[in-house]
């Protein structure tokens, strides 16, 4: 047990034996501080603060402790329930509302480990480069780890880039530099004499600071710092006998250009040092390296690549993987029957709108929920009231395709022209809601390539099968996609559109309206099938949208 946990249970237990329970309590360290945080129940608040000053003298000098009130969590049973208006589901909606989107303030319900492993990889001693599209959990997968990380002793420094966003290479890291000089003394907090740590700490600090305090910096003068910065992580790592993980959340927030160089100088930092970099962002609004000069984190070399995608090429694990995540709101909602809320379609029919991404499953769950609620007699959500919430939530992700393109000044407009030219050449002119693009035409045109991959990080096309066989072209493959449910549901389906559903664990070709018939890819060769009645876009569409420096 750390010194933080025993003073937290410290005082836990002086509350305890003045008769408050606590709902929570937490440490947070700083230079020259650790704040014990303890929520207790509203009723009982006053008491508590008057209690606070008191035991508070029994802590360490450096210690303080702070009081909230907070609402006790609802005390209902577990069991069944029979209606979407039970109060239980109502627990249920605010706490997907709550939680579905996870922050270090505020981490997941419950992690959800992943076949692949990830996080046994993501703890480890090696640099990685978290890549997954927008709400797919690589904020919960770092925060999980840097848990662990805690948990063994290891020191971290967590960073999120939005933060930071709108400022240059150079000040963004001289952001990070000021941070890790604030660790020393809260590694060391509890040592009558301070190691050389300590003093390098502060001087390079002053250093950093006056160079921040610059109307105009340079990279070579920020450069400069680099040697001092990894010496004073080598020098602290060896003085706990821990490593040091620095976690960098949202890298998509700086912008493009700047990331190479932002991470050329968090390497340099860390060579040859027990300290890992673990970064996180979205693939195609990330560039790590460049190679001339040599400049970044080079992944295969200096960095090793977790993916998280999970994508509707396997439905089954994607639709196991998601309501697995759903079950732990479930449970936390005392909820012991999915059905007795949701009829089976409406799952099916939130995996297929959420294409795989836990964030937009969880929120267009409780979407749904809300509107089903508001039929009157309803007793269970359906397929129609998914829709209806997937029409609302594409409104919103136009607003986010907005806020993404951060990363890349100037290319939020060109992603939505985009974005309405993959609809129009596939709904309004082509009827179906997948397309294909061949691979020959992928090779041939990598810039108009990327931008289409941008619109599937911003989850607005989905990719649905990696390599598809053409059928009278031996030897040529081709990639397909969906366009995202909201393009073309709302309240009710467009009609006489070809569409791609999913029923259980099997994809299936429909034709939307009444004497619509269907045909279920039941087998392997059902699926090629299927998807080859897609149309196929030719990349060349965008050809007026992308920059030919390979900036698109």
């Not at 329970?21 to 129940?41: K, M």
């Amino acid at each position: 047990m750390t010194p933080d946990d025993a003073n937290v249970e410290t005082v836990r237990a002086a509350f305890a034996s003045r008769g408050i329970e606590l709902l929570s309590a937490t440490a947070r360290a700083f230079p020259n501080e650790t704040i014990v945080v303890v929520e207790v129940p509203e009723e009982v608040l006053a008491d508590a603060v008057r209690m606070s000053s008191e035991i508070e003298t029994t802590l360490p000098g450096s210690y303080l402790l702070v009081v909230r009130g907070a609402k006790p969590p609802a005390s209902l049973h577990k069991g069944n329930v029979s209606s979407v208006n039970d109060e239980r589901v109502s627990k249920l909606i605010e706490l997907l509302n709550e939680r579905s989107r996870t922050s270090e303030q505020q981490p997941s319900l419950e992690y959800i480990k992943d076949a692949a492993e990830n996080l046994r990889v993501a703890v480890t001693r090696r640099h990685h480069v978290i890549f997954g599209r927008r709400g797919v959990g690589k904020t919960a997968l770092l925060l999980e780890a840097k848990r662990q990380i805690e948990k063994s002793g290891s020191l971290v420094l967590w960073i999120n880039i939005q933060v930071l966003r709108g400022l240059d290479a150079q000040r963004a890291f001289l952001t990070i530099v000021q941070r890790v000089c604030e660790l020393p003394l809260v590694a060391h907090r509890n040592r009558t004499a301070k190691p050389g740590s300590v003093d390098l700490a502060s001087t390079l600090g002053q250093t950093a600071q006056k160079l921040a305090d610059q109307k105009s910096i340079t990279r070579e003068q920020v450069a400069m710092l680099v040697p001092a910065a990894q010496r004073l992580i080598a020098m602290l790592c060896t003085e706990t006998g821990s490593d040091l993980f620095i976690f960098i959340d949202d890298l998509h927030y700086l912008e493009m250009k700047e990331q190479p160089y932002f991470l050329d100088l968090l390497h340099g930092i860390t060579r040859d040092t027990a300290a890992w970099l673990k970064v996180a962002g979205i693939r195609n609004q990330c560039r790590t390296f460049v190679d001339n000069p040599p400049t970044g984190l080079q992944i295969g070399h200096d960095a090793a690549e977790i993916a998280l995608d999970i994508t509707l090429e396997e439905p089954k694990k994607a639709r196991a993987f998601l309501t697995h995540v759903l079950q732990t709101y479930l449970n936390a909602s005392n909820i012991a029957n999915r059905s007795g809320f949701m009829a089976s379609g409406a799952v099916d029919r939130l995996v297929l709108a959420s294409a795989g991404v836990p964030r937009d499953f969880l929120r267009l769950t409780a979407r749904s929920i809300q509107i089903a609620r508001l039929r009157d007699d309803a007793r269970s959500v359906g397929a129609q009231d998914v829709n209806e919430a997937a029409g609302e939530a594409g409104k919103q992700k136009r607003t986010e395709l907005e806020d993404d393109a951060a990363s890349s000044a100037g290319q939020a407009a060109s992603r939505l022209t985009a974005l309405e030219r993959v609809r129009a050449f596939t709904i309004a002119e082509n009827h179906h809601s997948f397309f294909r693009v061949g691979l020959k035409d992928k090779a041939s045109n990598p810039d108009e390539y990327r931008l289409l991959q941008s619109l599937t990080d911003l989850r607005m096309v989905h990719l649905i099968k990696g390599s598809l066989s053409e059928a009278h072209a031996a030897g040529e493959r081709s990639e397909v996609y969906m366009v995202d449910l909201s393009e073309y549901s709302g309240s009710r389906f467009k009609q006489d559109l070809t569409v791609i559903e999913l029923r259980g664990d099997t994809l299936v070709l429909r034709k939307t309206g009444k004497d619509g018939k269907s045909l279920a890819a039941d087998t392997a060769r059902k699926i090629v099938q299927i998807l080859r009645t897609g149309p196929e876009f030719k990349l060349q569409q965008f050809s007026d949208l992308v920059d030919k420096n390979g900036s698109g």
